[in-house]
């Protein structure tokens, strides 16, 4: 796929005179963007943090690079932007001994003319003893703003990882910097923090030796007071050999969030890019890590995650897979509900033994294979103890109860759930084979004969059915909901007798015979099509039929799209009234009017 530019490429910073680096940027809700570096020697000092606003045509606000700490002296380096609620935005950096020590967190907000609300730099940590560094912000609904960054010997031991929060108007809500990480042992660095859906947030960091290894990624998540989820740091990645590190939130519109990281070997000589998804109440989506990178050579590293509009999410990193460093994506489906169950076979011979199987069940999930998602199956009705289920095969429970003489089709419904309680139920009707004595002896259903093809009768129900037939001529009753017939073969019928829906009742015929198969269609549903009835098909009139895209006459009632397989009723033909789906067929059939039969 080509995806067209908007303009050209452009540079950012105006000034150009040494290095400028570690930018970040931020969507404004007018469409807009804000981006942020730092810039060597720029301010007249050493490193000062720089910003620049675009419209949504990509115009920038200023002829110049918008410098926005105030204190130059030193160092101000590391720095971190996000849009605000008010179309404003913040920005968050470290600045070095401008708290008297070593490194702080400064911050800056501006309003959204791009007016600073502060004509001095906010200090973010409380204390202001040793290293505070790595800012990481993120915006509030309401209004407000987190930090978090890590602050060496705070916690008692090397660094560990902090936070505050800010109301709308930058005062700060707790009193003394927060500690997130529980653990303080060994070095917790490299914070990362999202906004939820729900007022809180997230917060996830590298904490060394904490998994028994080296480094490992931890969360911990907070209400919208700041009241952990959690008493203890919630480990994030399954595997624990090696290192885990370069970690990433990002949020869901479901509530959920993505955390993504590089998993390194000990000697960092390969990384790879893993990734859990975590739904509102911080269940993860998989039981296992999730590898992102798919191409084993080249080392991988710089994970970062965008939440999509459709619920879904790309991630991005940098790889020399291929000798030079080049930036790769992959993108993932939301989270979606199974949408269908389907049974690979749905006939049995009568009399089968305990354990026979039938068919297996198979669910249909878009997240199956990308998000680590499972599925399970469970067996709602068992037709009165004929069947049961193993894992994902419906096998005979009780082949007592299977008597062709008795019934020629049970119904069962199964259940399909995803790991995150998501569930979707469906009507199989499993037809009842016949055996008849080749010996001589009575017909009928006896043991011991050899099986013959038999004439089914096969009706579904309101629910979304799957109806197979045997080697018999069929005939097959899909009647309400969404279902597939299969006639298998023989001379089968496909009986068509209630008001179709495109949404609720499109029947799907799988394997119809031009050669073979009729399709009756009940004139007490399709009032235009004539006379006819069970006992006494009539044939349709030529007039009525037609093989085009849509009704060209006025009594054009029926019409097959051959290039996408629908067919098609309309009660005026080529008149202003809308054509109903009926059923899905084959792509280019040579149907006729004599494929049709009126009942």
């Known amino acids: 796929m080509t995806i ?12 150009t005179a040494d290095d400028q680096v570690s930018q970040s940027v931020t969507a404004l809700a007018d469409g807009g963007w804000v981006v942020t570096w730092a810039s060597d020697g720029q301010d007249g000092n050493r490193s000062g943090v720089y910003q620049q606003r675009f419209d949504h045509n990509g115009t920038a606000a200023s002829s110049a690079d918008q410098l926005v700490n105030v204190t130059t002296a030193d160092d101000q380096f590391e720095p971190s932007v996000v849009a ?54 993120t915006a509030l609904a309401d209004g407000g703003w987190v930090v978090t960054w890590a602050s060496d010997g705070q916690d008692g031991s090397d660094y560990g990882v902090y936070q505050q929060r800010f109301d709308r108007n930058g005062t700060a809500a707790f009193t003394a910097d927060r500690l997130v990480n529980v653990i303080t042992a060994g070095r917790q660095i ?25 480094y490992g990624v931890y969360q911990q ?49 390969n990384g790879e890019i893993y990734m859990q998804v ?36 790309v991630v991005t990193w940098t790889s020399d897979q291929t000798g030079d460093s080049n930036v790769y994506q992959q993108r993932f489906l939301p989270e979606k509900a199974p949408h269908d169950l389907t049974l690979s076979a749905s006939t049995v011979q009568e009399g089968a033994g305990a354990g026979t199987p039938v068919g297996a069940v198979a669910g249909q999930d878009a997240n199956v294979g990308t998000t680590g998602d499972v599925l399970t199956y469970t067996l709602l009705d068992d037709a009165g103890g004929r069947f049961r289920l193993d894992g994902d095969r419906i096998l005979v429970a009780d082949g007592s109860k299977l008597d062709f003489e008795q019934a020629t089709s049970h119904t069962i419904r199964v259940k399909v759930t995803d790991r995150a309680g998501n569930a979707f139920e469906k009507e199989f009707a499993i037809a009842v084979t016949d055996i008849a004595d080749t010996g001589g002896g009575g017909g009928g259903g006896g043991g011991g004969g050899t099986p013959i093809p038999v004439d089914l009768v096969l009706r579904g129900t309101t629910g979304a059915n799957v109806l197979t037939g045997g080697g018999g001529n069929d005939t097959l009753y899909g009647k309400a909901g969404k279902d597939v017939l299969t006639g298998g073969a ?15 009742n499109l029947d799907t015929i799988t394997d119809f015979s031009v050669a073979d198969d009729p399709i009756w269609l009940d004139n007490a549903v399709f009032k235009k099509l004539g006379k006819g009835s069970a006992s006494k098909p009539g044939a349709l009139k030529k007039a009525f039929f037609k093989v085009a895209d849509k009704a060209k006459d006025g009594n054009d009632y029926l019409v097959y799209n051959k290039k996408t397989g629908i067919l098609y009723y309309d009660a005026d033909g080529s008149g202003s009234g809308k054509a109903v789906e009926i059923a899905k067929l084959a792509k280019n059939l040579k149907l006729t009017a004599a494929d049709f039969f009126v009942i």
């Open 190 to 214: 490299g914070s990362s923090v999202v906004a939820l859906a729900d007022g809180g947030w997230v917060v996830t960091w590298m904490s060394w030796g904490q998994d028994g290894d080296r």
């Open 278 to 313: 975590f739904d509102r109440n911080g269940v993860a989506a998989s039981p296992d890590d999730i590898l992102v990178s798919t191409t084993s050579s080249g080392m991988k590293r710089l994970p970062r995650a965008t939440a999509l509009a459709d619920g879904g999410w």
């Open 490 to 504: 023989g001379k089968d019928v496909f009986v068509f007798d209630t008001k179709p829906n495109k949404k609720t």
């Open 84 to 137: 605000l609620a008010d179309g404003g935005w913040v920005v968050t950096w470290t600045s070095w001994a401008q708290d008297g020590i070593a490194g702080g967190i400064y911050q800056q907000r501006f309003d959204r003319n791009g007016t600073a609300t502060s004509v001095a730099d906010r200090l973010v940590n409380v204390t202001t003893a040793g290293d505070q560094i790595e800012s990481s912000v």
């Open 4 to 15: 067209p530019k908007f303009g050209s490429e452009t540079r950012v910073n105006v000034t």
């Open 221 to 269: 998540w907070f209400d919208r007071n700041g009241n952990a989820a959690s008493v203890a740091d919630r480990l994030v990645n399954v595997t624990t050999a090696g290192n885990q590190g370069q970690t990433s939130v990002t949020a869901l519109e479901d509530g959920g969030w993505i955390v993504v990281w590089t998993s390194y070997d000990e000697n960092y000589t």
